[in-house]
């Protein structure tokens, strides 16, 4: 499924946004949520997203937002937009105004595109977050550097991300360990040249089995975190000291 929600308005657009995120959470409570902006852009790990799922057939819920300011990062997504639009996860993209010629790309695979074109202060579509590289968790998370993992992740809940995205980046990074401990190349894994690489790097560092005890258990806090168990913040806390 595929969203577009844009204009001048940007404070109306990211509230819809984010209630949209809201809503598709409750009706999706497994699945993972990632959240891009121009600073987090790689266009590596948007391919993942598009065409991947987690271990156990997870779906993904992808918030983009404020990405189209960039030309370069624009022109990638309008050229991908079909891609983006038969992927089996879903993809909300926020944005300021939109120009007639991408708007019109996105009408024909979308599932809606919606305007907000009171005018209003320009924003960032999501909020005032600081900025944060929510990536170098993963990459201490891979280089078992659990005092690194550890304060990276303060940073990442003082920067106002959610645990919730820090679970699925995390949750990315096992996935992508785990594959690559099976494939020979790229090609035969599925991702990208550069994704395979750092992940083959970091697969070197874990023993048989460990990487596979690893998904299981970030599946097992974030279902006990559904059900009302151990809060996820502090389950995930334990799991990075773990590592």
Do not use: C
């Amino acid at each position: 499924m595929l969203y577009l929600l844009h204009g001048t308005n940007q404070d109306e657009a990211r509230r819809k946004g984010n209630e949209l995120l809201e809503s598709l959470q409750k009706k999706k409570p497994d699945a993972a949520v990632f959240k891009l902006d121009a600073e987090k852009w790689s266009a590596a790990f948007f391919e993942e997203l598009i065409g991947g799922q987690g271990l156990f057939e997870r779906k993904y819920i992808v918030y983009v937002g404020g990405v189209f300011e960039n030309k370069d990062i624009k022109e990638y997504v309008v050229g991908n937009l079909k891609a983006v639009a038969e992927s089996p996860n879903i993809f909300i993209f926020v944005e300021g105004e939109v120009d007639k010629a991408t708007r019109m790309e996105f009408e024909k695979v979308a599932d809606k595109v919606q305007v907000f074109s009171e005018k209003g202060k320009d924003k960032s579509p999501f909020g005032n977050k600081k900025e944060f590289n929510i990536f170098s968790i993963t990459d201490a998370f891979g280089r078992r550097d659990r005092k690194e993992a550890w304060v990276l992740y303060q940073k990442a809940l003082a920067a106002d991300i959610s645990p919730e995205e820090v679970h699925g980046i995390l949750f990315w990074q096992v996935k992508n360990i785990a594959v690559v401990q099976e494939a020979r190349d790229s090609k035969e894994s599925g991702l990208s040249p550069f994704v395979f690489m750092k992940a083959k790097q970091f697969a070197s560092r874990f023993k048989e089995g460990e990487i596979e005890t690893k998904a299981t258990e970030l599946v097992s806090l974030f279902h006990e975190g559904r059900r009302g168990g151990s809060e996820l913040d502090i389950a995930l806390e334990r799991f990075i000291l773990s590592i």
